[in-house]
């Protein structure tokens, strides 16, 4: 058996098991990203209204002096 491993002449095939356990893990990995993105859309965008006016624009406000300094 090990040398037929070490000679590379049978393909190798991973147990169910390992499958089972790489698709959960890609699947957690996937939720966290997609979690993350929403709770940032939630509570940087929805969450704040100044932010929101910050990013739309305005011609009319474009060449104001009296604009609020950016939060950083």
Do not use: E
């Amino acid at each position: 058996m090990t040398f037929v491993i070490i000679s590379g002449t049978a393909n190798w095939v991973p147990p169910y098991s390992l499958i089972y356990v790489v698709l959960i893990i890609g699947a957690l990995l996937t939720a966290g990203v997609a979690m993350s993105a929403f709770t940032f859309y939630d509570d940087y965008y929805w969450g704040d209204k100044d932010f929101r006016n910050q990013l739309r624009f305005h011609n009319l406000r474009r060449n104001s002096t009296n604009r609020k300094p950016q939060k950083i």
